[in-house]
């Protein structure tokens, strides 16, 4: 049996990961609000629907939540001028959710405010250094995507 202290690339990694996502929780837990009244937790769901419009069930797809949930905090979005519902041009039936210029507003504050913040933080690094952890992170995303969207949920 191998000792706690013997490591293979993986476990490494899988430590590391962990510490950084924790560490990252509790970040993201100390930042500031950028609205008093949007929890942080929607903000993926800007960051999906600035790419275009999206059904809820299709924007719960992208962010990997239950459609009750993001259907939730789309209300919430929607009742503060952020998100608007219209109907879908594909089937009436449906509806399409959208961004306002409330939204893009609120998303580029969002993201000038990380950007002051990981400039900070990496201040020491240099962009090549940058430009490769964004290249590996993309690429452990994607591997992570796939994975997701290939593997049936069992919580439903």
């Known amino acids: 049996m191998p000792s706690p202290q013997a490591t293979t690339p993986t476990t490494a990694l899988g430590d590391e990961l962990i510490r950084v996502v924790k ?51 789309v209300s919430t979005l929607v009742d503060l001028g952020f998100v608007t519902r219209g109907p879908d041009p594909d089937d009436g039936r449906a509806q399409v959710l959208g961004v306002t210029e ?24 240099t962009d090549d250094e940058v430009r490769s952890l964004s290249t590996q992170l993309a690429r452990l995303a994607g591997e992570l995507e796939t994975s997701l969207t290939s593997t049936p949920r069992t919580d439903r």
């Open 23 to 73: 560490l990252l929780h509790v970040a993201r837990q100390r930042a500031p609000r950028h609205h008093p009244l949007v929890d942080p937790m929607a903000y993926p769901l800007l960051f999906n629907l600035s790419r275009g419009a999206l059904r809820v069930s299709d924007l719960a797809d992208a962010v990997h939540a239950d459609v009750s949930t993001v259907s939730r905090q």
């Open 102 to 125: 409330e939204g893009t507003a609120l998303l580029t504050a969002i993201r000038e405010s990380r950007d002051r913040w990981l400039q900070g933080l990496l201040a020491d690094w």
